[in-house]
């Protein structure tokens, strides 16, 4: 299973990014995509989640309204569109891939990890 994220980059608050997580190498009728973030000095935490299947959504409170996850099941693709950004959102965004389970916040419940994508909101 491979899991590549794109989209990061340097952006102005109030801005927007649209992240992009392509994953391949597997064949699963059951499993969920998340996105996950880290700021310098910070845990790692959730920020929104997919199901793959039924496309049953979440995302963390802090994010709500500003950032819309998505899937493109054709492509294995999900999306993360980031809008209204604000300096808080500087972090390195990961996406990861839980076999079998549905839309989950928790690190331990995923399998699979990409390499991380730098967004920085900064004026």
């Known amino acids: 299973v491979q899991l590549q994220a794109s989209g990061g980059g340097l952006v102005q608050p109030g801005g927007s990014l649209r992240l992009s997580c392509a994953a391949s190498?597997?064949?699963?009728?059951?499993?969920?995509i998340g996105w996950f973030r880290q700021a310098p000095g910070k845990e790692r935490e959730g920020v929104s989640c997919?199901?793959?299947?039924?496309?049953?959504?979440g995302s963390t409170d802090s994010v709500k309204g500003r950032f819309t996850i998505s899937r493109d099941n054709v492509e294995n693709t999900v999306y993360l569109q980031m809008n209204s950004l604000k300096p808080e959102d500087t972090a390195v965004y990961h996406c990861a891939l839980a076999v079998g389970l549905g839309c989950t916040f928790s690190t331990s419940d995923y399998d699979y990890w990409g390499q991380g994508t730098l967004v920085t909101v900064s004026s």
């Open positions: 190498g597997f064949t699963l009728n059951y499993y969920a």
């Open positions: 997919i199901n793959m299947s039924d496309g049953g959504t």
